[in-house]
């Protein structure tokens, strides 16, 4: 064989937060011998161009890979996030999948990872430093870590036209940006410009500074409802019961979302605005309050010009602010993609197959991979679930997830090994907390409530799809 190819068993295609979760787990089940390759000079996806400043939304406990922790488990004592689990930041999570790859996939010999390098169609891969090209027999399965096709501002350029004379950078830029500007017009309204606007107030910048210019407002995940570890387990098996509980009651979508409010499972920013838009983004409490406010918010769809007098929108135009630092936080996170068969021969693509859980997602999909035959078998188990994007996609996501968990019940030999799975929240939890007579009365209330749940949410969605 020539020098420049390589032969494996499973050739990954992302060296992001899912390839890696894949790679781990299959690492963990097999003696398979795995080649990643990724463009990026260091493992970590789209962690290498994130903003300085940015942190998980959801507790550490949840993110990585199956066979290390993240952080140290420990609960917030200041800050925004103070009494929930630590958020790794994107340095600490960038240096742990440096360690991962440095310390435990190498050392394997049954590890080749390609930074700078790129997968083609034909099968090969393409240096970007060098420029050679390798040849791959791979014996077993081509696994697709980038469905998703991750993007931050700092790599997507923004979408509308803007003035030579606009000041327009992306939030990676702000640190340094900061101190030359004494007034910041935050373009776009998701969790990047949450972030962007929650770290100038917390920075000092009084809220008079501050524009806000959000197409659409959000629902918001209530992070305390997210919490792992025994004294959160009761909150966190809960609210799943509560949720179905709203989704029983409902009698209209608009009645829902009042319920999951009232209940203290879904958060908005301003009450006085209902919500278009659900991303499966996470947030506190004190965040929420924080972000409050900012009262010079424009809702007038997407920014379509910023000229050096005024700004162009899809539904009016605004005057500009002389001078203003603009942070372009419109990127859209992740694309919205049709989902595709995860096991397909001998492709595996890797999705979301629990809401929101993309690590627990990637290990599963490699531990069903590991374990089951068919891929009638294992896409039954694996059933991708849907990028939300509209309020209404929560119901859709949500019937959905309720089928995969039915899915994942009836195989006990899955269930058991998802419910002690550390990033199912299992390395934080004590197994005697499940023989308590509270939680025992949550999971009645879930069993309870699952029947009604799914009926009414498939009524829901059909007076839906009559109203199209």
């Given at each position: 064989m020539p020098e420049t190819d390589y032969q494996t068993d499973y050739l990954i295609i992302g060296a992001g937060a899912l390839g890696l979760g894949f790679a781990d787990q299959i690492l963990t089940e097999t003696d398979a011998s795995l080649i990643i390759v990724d463009r990026h000079h260091a493992p970590g996806g789209h962690w290498n161009d994130a903003y300085p400043f940015?942190?998980?939304?959801?507790?550490?406990?949840?993110?990585?890979?199956?066979?290390?922790?993240?952080?140290?488990?420990?609960?917030?004592?200041?800050?925004?996030?103070?009494?929930?689990?630590?958020?790794?930041?994107?340095?600490?999570?960038?240096?742990?999948?440096?360690?991962?790859?440095?310390?435990?996939?190498?050392?394997?010999?049954?590890?080749?990872?390609l930074p700078l390098c790129e997968f083609r169609e034909d099968g090969s891969i393409h240096s970007l430093a060098s420029g050679k090209v390798f040849q791959v027999a791979v014996k077993k399965k081509i696994v697709d870590a980038t469905f998703f096709n991750t993007a931050v501002p700092s790599v997507c350029p923004p979408a509308y036209e803007y003035a030579s004379g606009v000041k327009l950078v992306p939030p990676n830029d702000l640190p340094r940006e900061i101190e030359h500007h004494k007034h910041f017009t935050i373009v776009g309204g998701g969790k990047t410009g949450m972030d962007v606007a929650v770290w100038l107030l917390g920075n000092g910048v009084d809220q008079s500074a501050i524009r806000w210019i959000v197409p659409r407002d959000s629902w918001l995940i209530n992070r305390e409802t997210t919490q792992p570890g025994d004294q959160f387990y009761a909150r966190f098996l809960g609210a799943k019961a509560t949720q179905l509980e709203c989704c029983a009651r409902a009698e209209s979508v608009e009645h829902l979302f009042e319920l999951l409010e009232r209940q203290g499972q879904l958060l908005r920013i301003d009450k006085n605005v209902r919500p278009t838009m659900y991303h499966n983004a996470t947030i506190a409490p004190a965040e929420v309050e924080l972000l409050a406010h900012i009262k010079d918010v424009i809702r007038l769809g997407r920014v379509e010009r910023i000229g050096n007098t005024g700004i162009e929108l899809q539904r009016g135009d605004v005057p500009a602010i002389e001078n203003s630092l603009y942070i372009d936080c419109s990127a859209s996170a992740i694309s919205r993609r049709t989902n595709r068969q995860v096991f397909d021969g001998k492709t595996i693509t890797i999705q979301m197959i629990r809401a929101g859980l993309f690590s627990l997602s990637a290990s599963v999909i490699a531990h069903v991979e590991a374990n089951y035959e068919s891929d009638d078998e294992k896409n039954h188990l694996c059933m991708p679930l849907m990028m939300p994007n509209a309020d209404t996609d929560w119901l859709v996501l949500n019937r959905a997830e309720g089928e995969i968990l039915r899915r994942w019940s009836a195989d006990k030999a899955l269930r058991n090994w998802v419910g002690s799975h550390r990033l199912a929240g299992a390395s934080l939890r004590s197994p005697d907390i499940e023989q308590t007579e509270a939680i025992k009365a949550i999971k009645l209330r879930i069993r309870d409530a699952s029947e009604a749940a799914a009926a009414n949410l498939d009524r829901l969605l059909n007076t839906l799809e009559s109203a199209e």
């Open positions: 940015v942190r998980l939304h959801q507790p550490s406990a949840f993110y990585g890979v199956g066979s290390r922790d993240l952080g140290s488990n420990q609960i917030d004592g200041s800050g925004i996030n103070k009494g929930y689990y630590e958020l790794a930041s994107g340095a600490e999570v960038q240096t742990y999948f440096e360690r991962l790859v440095k310390d435990r996939f190498l050392p394997s010999g049954r590890v080749r990872y």
